[in-house]
């Protein structure tokens, strides 16, 4: 994609879920009797999980989740001030030392001192609170269209059959603006949505770019290695909000918000838009680790793309969220990836050259590799794993 040639937009067919109720209507009407939570929430429980326990598990789907305070299990910390314009040389590779760290070890930090001014978050923030509030019916004026993704609804849901998440969600497309379909914005209500939205996705872009770019240069990569990672993982950019119900203190612990999941894109960059009831869980070592967010802070974790394209050097972590039994929970996930005119995914030629490495991954087209993940349920890795079918031919990223 060469620099100012409007963007194609993406197709709107990009595999749409199945009709599901809607979780904060079905929670609203909930009554805390257990014979009746059973009935109700039946394609939502979900035996096999642990959420809370601390004891050990050797069963991978009910890995044991972390409950105590040790530091050892809290996710690194990125000063994007210090990593970007601190006036000390030193202080910038320490940065950069701990962000490469972070990419390698854990796939997950904490960016804070990034520079998203606090007025343009909370519009945000308080935006995306005033239209989950809004009573169901004004919500389905922006609802998903037959057969897409974007829209307010639900998302991965391929049978009758598959375990449900409780929580509802409302994505978007948001840049570049060739991409928006305006017509599942709202307009009206809240008014300011829009104009929320545009502040806040440029503020995210520039953050995820600036973060990416360092991230190139931990590698060594060339200039124009650079540019074509960044051109691959940061030149689109989507908004998954997500609204999380409370739910019955008998059955919370039997449920998921979301299911475990890597994220099919290149970076993501959250925003806990709630602060009563932290819920992202993280797959480190076998446990489930909660992470607290720091005030202010955005949470960013490597993507499949970013993986396949460091042929393995960066991680792509699994991670859940929970719910809780006393407070509703809001988040808003920034995902940054190519644009759908972009050619294929594949591991950077340049990742091959250093000691003679043979690539881990396949090479697919973006639009295939969107439409394989929006047409899949939430399962771990399973959608990454087509990158590394080794039946399949590999061929690295050279000259695109």
């Known amino acids: 994609m060469e620099d ?26 909930i009554i805390d009797d257990d014979d009746q939570l059973i009935t109700v929430l039946d394609r939502y429980l979900r035996p096999d999980v642990v959420v ?10 009910a890995a044991a989740a972390i409950t105590d305070d040790d530091s050892s299990w809290s996710v690194p910390v990125v000063d994007l001030g210090r990593l970007l314009l601190d006036p000390d040389e030193l202080v910038r590779k320490e940065e950069a030392g701990k962000l490469r760290s972070a990419c390698e070890d854990w796939g997950f930090f904490q960016v804070v001192n990034h520079g998203v001014p606090a007025k343009v978050m909370d519009a945000m923030k308080d935006d995306l609170n005033r239209f989950f509030k809004l009573p169901l019916q004004e919500k389905l004026a922006v609802a998903q269209e037959a057969g897409g993704v974007e829209g307010y609804g639900q998302a991965f849901v391929v049978s ?24 599942l914005w709202p307009s009206s209500n809240p008014s300011t949505f829009r104009d929320s939205m545009e502040r806040y996705s440029v503020e995210v872009q520039r953050v995820a770019t600036d973060l990416l770019r360092v991230m190139a240069k931990n590698l060594g990569l060339s200039s124009e290695a650079e540019k074509r990672l960044l051109t691959r993982v940061a030149a689109a950019q989507s908004m ?38 932290p819920g992202l869980q993280i797959r480190r070592q076998g446990r ?22 460091t042929n393995g050097k960066y991680k792509s972590v699994e991670h859940r969220a929970v719910v809780s ?73 050279i000259n695109h």
Not at 53 to 60: Q, T
Not at 172 to 181: A, G, I, V
Not at 262 to 270: E, N, P, Q
Not at 342 to 363: F, I, N, S, V, W
């Open 4 to 29: 100012g040639v409007a963007a194609k937009a993406p197709p709107r067919n990009l595999g749409g879920s199945l009709p599901v109720p809607n979780v904060q209507d079905l929670a609203a009407r």
């Open 52 to 61: 809370s326990s601390s004891s050990s598990s050797s069963v991978e789907d």
């Open 160 to 183: 009758e059959e598959q375990r449900l998440d409780y929580s509802d969600m409302y994505f978007l497309f948001t840049q570049p603006p060739e991409y928006r379909n305006l017509n």
């Open 240 to 277: 998954r909000m997500n609204y999380y119900p409370a739910c019955p203190e008998s059955h919370a612990d039997k449920v998921l918000g979301l299911s475990p999941h890597s994220d099919a894109v290149g970076l993501t960059l959250l925003l806990q838009v709630t602060t009563t009831s």
């Open 288 to 309: 489930w680790v909660p992470v607290a967010p720091l005030p202010g802070a955005l949470i960013a974790n490597v993507g499949d793309v970013v993986e396949v394209l």
């Open 325 to 397: 039994a006393s407070h509703e929970r809001v988040s808003m996930a920034a995902f940054h990836t190519a644009r759908f005119d972009d050619d294929a995914y594949g591991p950077l030629q340049e990742m091959m050259l250093d000691g003679g490495e043979q690539p881990r991954y396949r090479t697919m087209s973006v639009e295939d590799y969107v439409k394989l993940v929006f047409s899949s349920k939430l399962d771990g890795k399973k959608h990454h794993g087509r990158h590394e079918d080794q039946s399949l031919p590999l061929t690295p990223l």
